[in-house]
């Protein structure tokens, strides 16, 4: 007995640390207030991060941190404020305007900034800084890899995982390989550059596709098939695996030492699914199901914890890891969010949608579109292999000119393909949606989960 004494001890004090824990959590405003001092921090580390500041002195006078802005005293911000500016308002107008046209709204964003970088009278108006135009992609970014895992439905996966792998999965890892033979045996891309071209092509395409199928499941076709839930289930699988690989064959092929880059590619994997996984169950009780503005408080978090994540592990140089933190982030918060309010995740999924489709798509594609140079989209490959030197550099203009050519040309076809879905889809019965929509209108509220010491 005197033996086991300081184990039981030991459980007693655990025991005690965890009510204690739990009574804290739940205490509704020591809940607000540790929800409000993560994203305080997420957006320090943000702002730290994107400024390259020291983390625990930011105001510290030291020339290692001044060093990247002085060679850009010259550049006049107020110009370039205002630069970003314009193409901001002039993609969400011009993208608006095309999908009067029944064309998807990408298309119109990306030609904004085609105009304004090809068009004589044109190329010269704006003036657009390099760093900020980085930072910009990704914050846009993290709002779309968002979105992408906010997609992936965890408790239909269970049930039908063959099925979503298969068009998930092998269907994108097919598509990958074609397009590499293609570009390695017939335009004579380099090996290792070809296997880059086949995932950022392939991953362009669910731009244009699932939008459209998006809209027709709106409007009721198909709806009386269980492929419309596999499908909306395999398309972040699909996206999230091209991200994934993009990160992975990116640092592989310009690695030095490929074994070296490969086991810290590996590092970074588990890092930051360990970290993404955590922050995941920290959103599960932060803030709680039933305080005042949930779901306000839960974009926030999410928002501001993905955009640390991203920009804090670029400033280490792991910026692979930040990019699975995110995604495993979003995925393992989302599926507590669907089980303890009656509202699930709508609310979190129509805010995305709207910044999206203000924020991330006219800042993101409009910056694609302003890369784009018309004068070197018909670059042939051999221009490719003239040199070793310049290889990947000439590579990777004729990447990302096919894929912005991909999308330039294949949306319009794709948009007149997908016109004859209400003539082959079924459409869900007007009675049985209004029976639908008012069934779901008078269920009762959706099982809540309190915390319990089970769940820590």
């Given at each position: 007995f005197i033996s086991r004494l300081p184990l039981n001890e030991m459980e007693h004090v655990g025991s005690n640390?965890?009510?204690?824990?739990?009574?804290?959590?739940?205490?509704?405003?020591?809940?607000?207030?540790?929800s409000s001092l993560i994203i305080v921090l997420s957006i320090y580390v943000t702002i730290v991060s994107v400024l390259r500041r020291p983390f625990v002195h930011p105001l510290i006078a030291s020339t290692d941190f001044n060093e990247t802005f002085m060679s850009e005293e010259s550049i006049d911000y107020k110009y370039s404020t205002m630069s970003y500016i314009m193409?901001?308002?002039?993609?969400?107008?011009?993208?608006?305007?095309?999908?009067?046209?029944?064309?998807?709204s990408l298309l119109g964003v990306l030609l904004v900034g085609i105009a304004?970088?090809?068009i004589p009278f044109?190329?010269?108006l704006l003036l657009l800084d390099k760093g900020i135009s980085d930072v910009l992609r990704k914050a846009a970014f993290s709002i779309i890899l968002i979105r992408i895992a906010m997609g992936f439905d965890t408790g239909l996966f269970r049930k039908a995982n063959c099925l979503i792998?298969?068009?998930?999965?092998?269907?994108?890892?097919c598509e990958i390989i074609a397009i590499t033979v293609t570009a390695h045996f017939i335009f004579c891309v380099d090996l290792r550059m070809a296997i880059l071209f086949g995932i950022v092509l392939t991953a362009s395409a669910s731009a244009i596709i699932f939008p459209i199928l998006a809209n027709l499941m709106a409007e009721g076709y198909g709806i009386g098939s269980p492929f419309c839930d596999v499908l909306q289930s395999s398309v972040p699988l699909d996206?999230?695996?091209?991200?994934?690989?993009?990160?992975?064959?990116t640092a592989i092929v310009f690695a030095v030492d490929i074994s070296y880059e490969t086991g810290i590619m590996f590092a970074?994997?588990?890092?930051?699914?360990?970290?993404g996984f955590i922050g995941g169950l920290v959103l599960w009780w932060l803030p709680r199901y039933d305080a005042e503005h949930t779901h306000f408080i839960r974009c926030a978090m999410l928002i501001s914890t993905a955009l640390a994540f991203l920009f804090g592990s670029w400033t280490i140089g792991c910026q692979s890891g930040g990019v699975f933190a995110i995604a495993v982030l979003t995925i393992i918060a989302v599926y507590r969010w669907k089980l303890d309010n009656r509202f699930k995740i709508s609310k979190e999924e129509e805010a995305f949608t709207v910044i999206f489709q203000l924020f991330s798509m006219p800042v993101m594609f409009a910056l694609i579109g302003y890369d784009f140079e018309i004068t070197?989209?018909?670059?042939?490959?051999?221009?490719?292999?003239?040199?070793?030197?310049?290889?990947?550099?000439?590579?990777?203009?004729?990447?990302?000119a096919s894929c912005v050519l991909a999308i330039i040309i294949t949306a319009p076809i794709g948009q007149l393909l997908i016109f004859l879905g209400p003539r082959v889809l079924r459409v869900r019965d007007a009675n049985q949606l209004c029976s639908n929509i008012s069934t779901k209108e008078h269920q009762t509220p959706a099982r809540t989960y309190p915390l319990s010491s089970h769940y820590l």
């Amino acid at each position: 007995f005197i033996s086991r004494l300081p184990l039981n001890e030991m459980e007693h004090v655990g025991s005690n640390f965890r009510n204690l824990a739990i009574n804290v959590v739940n205490h509704r405003e020591t809940n607000l207030a540790l929800s409000s001092l993560i994203i305080v921090l997420s957006i320090y580390v943000t702002i730290v991060s994107v400024l390259r500041r020291p983390f625990v002195h930011p105001l510290i006078a030291s020339t290692d941190f001044n060093e990247t802005f002085m060679s850009e005293e010259s550049i006049d911000y107020k110009y370039s404020t205002m630069s970003y500016i314009m193409l901001w308002l002039c993609a969400i107008i011009f993208g608006r305007i095309i999908s009067f046209a029944k064309l998807p709204s990408l298309l119109g964003v990306l030609l904004v900034g085609i105009a304004f970088k090809n068009i004589p009278f044109m190329s010269g108006l704006l003036l657009l800084d390099k760093g900020i135009s980085d930072v910009l992609r990704k914050a846009a970014f993290s709002i779309i890899l968002i979105r992408i895992a906010m997609g992936f439905d965890t408790g239909l996966f269970r049930k039908a995982n063959c099925l979503i792998l298969r068009l998930g999965a092998i269907s994108t890892l097919c598509e990958i390989i074609a397009i590499t033979v293609t570009a390695h045996f017939i335009f004579c891309v380099d090996l290792r550059m070809a296997i880059l071209f086949g995932i950022v092509l392939t991953a362009s395409a669910s731009a244009i596709i699932f939008p459209i199928l998006a809209n027709l499941m709106a409007e009721g076709y198909g709806i009386g098939s269980p492929f419309c839930d596999v499908l909306q289930s395999s398309v972040p699988l699909d996206n999230l695996l091209c991200i994934c690989s993009l990160h992975i064959a990116t640092a592989i092929v310009f690695a030095v030492d490929i074994s070296y880059e490969t086991g810290i590619m590996f590092a970074q994997l588990i890092v930051g699914i360990i970290s993404g996984f955590i922050g995941g169950l920290v959103l599960w009780w932060l803030p709680r199901y039933d305080a005042e503005h949930t779901h306000f408080i839960r974009c926030a978090m999410l928002i501001s914890t993905a955009l640390a994540f991203l920009f804090g592990s670029w400033t280490i140089g792991c910026q692979s890891g930040g990019v699975f933190a995110i995604a495993v982030l979003t995925i393992i918060a989302v599926y507590r969010w669907k089980l303890d309010n009656r509202f699930k995740i709508s609310k979190e999924e129509e805010a995305f949608t709207v910044i999206f489709q203000l924020f991330s798509m006219p800042v993101m594609f409009a910056l694609i579109g302003y890369d784009f140079e018309i004068t070197n989209a018909a670059l042939p490959p051999q221009i490719v292999v003239r040199s070793f030197g310049t290889m990947h550099a000439h590579t990777a203009v004729l990447i990302s000119a096919s894929c912005v050519l991909a999308i330039i040309i294949t949306a319009p076809i794709g948009q007149l393909l997908i016109f004859l879905g209400p003539r082959v889809l079924r459409v869900r019965d007007a009675n049985q949606l209004c029976s639908n929509i008012s069934t779901k209108e008078h269920q009762t509220p959706a099982r809540t989960y309190p915390l319990s010491s089970h769940y820590l």
